[in-house]
C-alpha cells in the first residue's frame, strides 16, 4: 500500500511538472551568439502562418501595441554583458522581447525587466529599453517565426522573420 501511495504521488508530481511544458502548442527555438567573452542567447515560441499572411496579421497592429515575437511562454533574450544597439545601451540581465509598432509604421525592440510570463503578459512599466528595428522584405517566406544572432562584422545582428516580413538590427558587446 505504501508503495502503492508512492507511485500515485510520483505521478501525481511528473503531470504537475509536464502540464506547463505541454500547454506550449508550439514548437520552441533557440539562438546564440558569442561576442568575445559575451554570450547572449534567445529562447522563444515559433508560431506557424498556416495559411495565413502576415501582413493581415502584423500589418494593422495600431500604433504602440506590442507584437510577442513568438508564441506562448515569452521570448526570453539574455545577455552575460552589456550590449549597445546604435548608442543605446541594454545592461547585461535576462529580459523578455518584444516588437512595438510605432506611429510612423517603424518597429522598436523592446527589451522588458519581466521575463517567463505568458507571451500576451506584457507591462509596458517594466519596458526597460527599446532600440529601432529595419524593417525588410525576406527574400523568401518563412511559415513558422524565425528568430537568429549571428556574428556581423565586429558585433552581432538580431533577426526575426515571419513569412516575408523581417526586421533586424546590429549590437556590439561593451
Keep these: 500500500m505504501k508503495q502503492l501511495l508512492t507511485l500515485l504521488c510520483a505521478l501525481g508530481l511528473g503531470?504537475?511538472?509536464?502540464?506547463?511544458?505541454?500547454?506550449?502548442?508550439?514548437?520552441?527555438?533557440?539562438?546564440?551568439?558569442?561576442?568575445?567573452?559575451?554570450?547572449?542567447?534567445?529562447?522563444?515560441?515559433?508560431?506557424?502562418?498556416?495559411?495565413?499572411?502576415?501582413?493581415d496579421l502584423l500589418g494593422q497592429l495600431p500604433a504602440g501595441q506590442v507584437w510577442r515575437l513568438g508564441a506562448d511562454k515569452s521570448t526570453t533574450f539574455t545577455t552575460a554583458g552589456d550590449l549597445d544597439f546604435s548608442g543605446t545601451t541594454v545592461p547585461k540581465g535576462e529580459y523578455s522581447l518584444w516588437a512595438r509598432k510605432e506611429s510612423d509604421?517603424?518597429?522598436?525592440?523592446?527589451?522588458?525587466?519581466?521575463?517567463?510570463?505568458?507571451?500576451?503578459?506584457?507591462?509596458?512599466?517594466?519596458?526597460?529599453?527599446?532600440?529601432?528595428?529595419?524593417?525588410?522584405?525576406?527574400?523568401?517566406?518563412?511559415?513558422?517565426?524565425?528568430?537568429?544572432?549571428e556574428k556581423e562584422g565586429d558585433g552581432g545582428e538580431f533577426t526575426v522573420q515571419w513569412g516575408d516580413l523581417e526586421l533586424s538590427t546590429n549590437f556590439t558587446a561593451k
Excluded: C
Excluded at 502540464?19 to 515560441?45: C, D
Excluded at 525592440?109 to 521575463?115: A, D, I, Y
Design 15 to 55: 503531470a504537475a511538472f509536464a502540464a506547463p511544458a505541454m500547454a506550449q502548442g508550439n514548437p520552441r527555438g533557440t539562438s546564440s551568439v558569442a561576442l568575445g567573452s559575451t554570450k547572449v542567447t534567445i529562447e522563444y515560441g515559433r508560431p506557424s502562418l498556416k495559411g495565413r499572411n502576415v501582413n
Design 105 to 149: 509604421n517603424s518597429w522598436k525592440l523592446v527589451f522588458n525587466s519581466q521575463h517567463g510570463q505568458w507571451g500576451t503578459d506584457h507591462d509596458a512599466s517594466k519596458d526597460a529599453v527599446a532600440v529601432d528595428l529595419k524593417q525588410e522584405k525576406a527574400s523568401s517566406s518563412d511559415a513558422e517565426v524565425t528568430i537568429k544572432l
